[in-house]
């Protein structure tokens, strides 16, 4: 007998990573279970029969994506073809919504139902897309509670999961963070790094002399893109995760690490910077007052945040002293982190998706 195909895309190491322990989790409901589409090395190493490489999709920005409009047009195409003569059991989009919204339709004409996992944010940014997600998504899996009531006033039918950060095992306890090192997270996209690889490196040399800094690279990255801040005398670590539970503060880009900084009660600020047209675009689309997870979930402004030209080497280094120093500014951090993780479900959220996917292609064989 033929074996069950899921057809499965993420565009972004955390997509990635998160994917990866769904498939795991899948295999147990479905044994026979065979995954082909997108994805990077964690999704690989569940199986998954790869069409392109996860660097080439990490573009960030709308001007950006434009300038690469001819290779997102091409793999969409040639993935759509496949999707529709293959008819895969279920099309599994993880986030990554500007790619997978269109690959999702496309599977929609060709009959495969999609279970959508890690439902895209269009409640901060693309509210008028809700109706197109509602038009191509089976089911949509969500990660944050407020999802769901957002995305059922649009008709989708929407469970909630959980957030699979916490099925990892490092996320299970909160470190003492009493290091001297500060944790930097540029980011991983090439656009990203082009942006905070400079800004970071006019804040060392504004930073105290007893501040240990230390650059992450996430996988895929070229470390040349970072030598500016080892220059300038930061060392280098590729287990970005380990970094954040290690560190005595973090200056973080704006995305999933900060969630990730959050949970490990690592007290932080939020930076961002990028082209001046992406970011009067984002603005204008942008529904939402704040980039950091931990200050949308609970509603205020517990996480300093600052964006493009806020983010200045002095304004980051005057950040960073106030994260090292201020003991009751580190404490209040500290509590952010676990009023958030009472609101994300516990662990088990890749079980439970799992399970959710696995009974909606039962009922449809």
């Not at 994506?65 to 195409?77: D, I, P, Q, T």
């Not at 996430?218 to 670590?237: N, R, T, Y």
């Not at 960073?320 to 951090?333: K, N, P, S, W, Y």
């Amino acid at each position: 007998m033929p074996r069950t195909t899921i057809f499965i895309a993420a565009g972004e190491p955390s997509g990635d990573a998160h994917a990866a322990r769904l498939m795991e989790q899948l295999r147990l409901f479905i044994p026979d279970v065979m995954f082909e589409g997108i994805g990077g090395p964690a999704m690989e190493m569940q199986g998954l029969r790869s069409m392109a490489r996860m660097k080439d999709l990490a573009v960030s920005g709308f001007w950006e994506v434009a300038k690469r409009y001819g290779y997102f047009r091409a793999l969409l195409e040639r993935c759509s073809r496949h999707i529709a003569s293959s008819r895969p059991a279920a099309f599994i989009p993880v986030d990554y919504p500007g790619f997978n919204l269109r690959l999702a339709s496309s599977a929609r004409r060709a009959g495969v139902p999609v279970a959508w996992y890690i439902a895209p944010q269009l409640w901060a940014w693309g509210r008028k897309r809700a109706s197109a997600l509602a038009q191509r998504t089976s089911l949509l899996l969500t990660v944050f509670p407020f999802e769901t009531d957002f995305f059922s006033q649009f008709g989708i039918r929407t469970t909630w999961v959980g957030h699979p950060l916490l099925d990892d095992p490092m996320f299970a306890e909160l470190p003492n963070h009493n290091s001297t090192t500060l944790a930097l997270f540029p980011g991983s996209r090439r656009q990203e790094l082009s942006y905070h690889v400079p800004l970071l490196q006019g804040v060392l040399p504004l930073l105290d002399t007893a501040v240990q800094p230390v650059v992450a690279v996430a996988p895929g990255c070229d470390v040349a893109a970072v030598q500016p801040l080892v220059d300038a005398g930061a060392s280098v670590v590729y287990d970005s995760r380990a970094l954040l539970s290690s560190a005595g503060a973090g200056l973080i880009k704006a995305g999933t690490s900060t969630l990730e900084a959050t949970l490990l009660g690592l007290p932080f600020a939020t930076f961002y910077r990028t082209s001046a047209l992406s970011y009067m675009l984002s603005r204008r689309m942008a529904t939402v007052t704040s980039v950091t997870m931990a200050n949308i979930l609970l509603q205020r402004n517990a996480v300093a945040e600052y964006l493009q030209s806020e983010a200045t080497p002095q304004v980051l280094a005057a950040a960073v002293h106030t994260v090292f120093a201020d003991r009751g500014h580190r404490e209040a951090l500290r509590e952010v982190s676990t009023d958030v993780r009472s609101m994300l479900g516990g662990p088990g959220a890749s079980r439970r998706a799992a399970e959710a996917i696995a009974t909606m292609v039962e009922r449809r064989r």
